[in-house]
């Protein structure tokens, strides 16, 4: 049985060490604008693990990512610039992010629909006045240095790696019972409530994990890049998040890593200018959601099994 459930998941395992070494690649191989687009994607991809679970599995348009993506920057900033070695920083950076993040989900966890999204973006809209406002620690609206507590090189490796260890959470989870319950709830929360699943303690978790992910790629893009200012993790970034997730196909696997190609893709390297680039976007979020309502990935699983039941009927 263990053989067989190995030999199950190998090529997923397979698929995602190819992504990590790919990733490695890239973020050693690109430099300048195009070195920049590869730290992006890659860590938005880390991020975005995380919201595909309250968002792509449970169903609940989760605007406060970029919240918790900064203030696992800002926190893990805060902790080495009082001495903290890089280790013990990051650590208290995540759990002091799943801490804020437990907090939204213990007051928006039994709200729904709309209402956890308005919430939820009222949240990030308060977070970026903290970053903004509170000088002393975050430098306010020019942004902070951060203290390089991992060399270049190791920061480089855990992006790699956490892109396919977060991917390979995701999976795990997905599979098990937490993400059968996180389905449930996105099919019909009531019909889940009715047969047993404890709905807003589900939510709760899920709001919990997908915080501690976007934290972690904060921490990782505050190594990275040196330096963070509250314009990387306002509610437009937390609005493009949700339309990376929307986009790749919500709930898959691969949907952070999909979204993140073609939203960081799109605005960064085809550079239509200012506000245009956003506005392309948003139409083709719309011609998306028309035509592959599963996103790009649901897109292509459909057209597949198109393709081979023609081959069966022929």
Known sequence: MRTSSILRHAPVAGLLVALSVAAHLMLNGLHGDRGQVALLIVVWTIALTGLNLIQGLGGYPS???????????YL?????????????????????????????????????????AIGTMFFTAVTTLVFVNATDLTGGPNGR??????????????????????????????????????????????LAQHLGVPTARVKLVAMVVSSGFGAWAGVLFAQYNGVIAPSQF????????????????????????????????????IKLGPGVSQIVLGVLFIAVTLLAPNGVLGGLAAVWRRLRMKEVTS
């Open 63 to 73: 605007l406060a990512h970029a919240s918790f993506f900064g203030a696992g920057g």
């Open 76 to 116: 893990s900033a805060i902790g080495l610039e009082k001495g903290l070695p890089m280790a013990v920083a990051a650590v208290l950076a995540v759990a002091g992010t799943m801490l804020i993040g437990l907090v939204v989900a213990l007051v928006f966890s039994r709200t729904r629909g709309q209402y956890f």
């Open 145 to 190: 240095p951060v203290d390089l507590g991992f060399s270049l090189e190791a920061t480089v490796v855990l992006l790699a790696v956490s892109l396919g260890v977060g991917l390979g959470v995701f999976h795990v989870l997905s599979l098990g019972r937490f993400g059968s319950r996180l389905r449930a709830i996105r099919e019909d929360e009531d």
């Open 234 to 269: 306002t509610f437009v970034q937390s609005f493009l998040m949700f339309v990376a997730i929307g986009l790749g196909g919500s709930g898959r696997l691969l949907a952070p890593l999909v979204g993140s190609v073609i939203v960081i893709g799109f605005t960064q390297l």
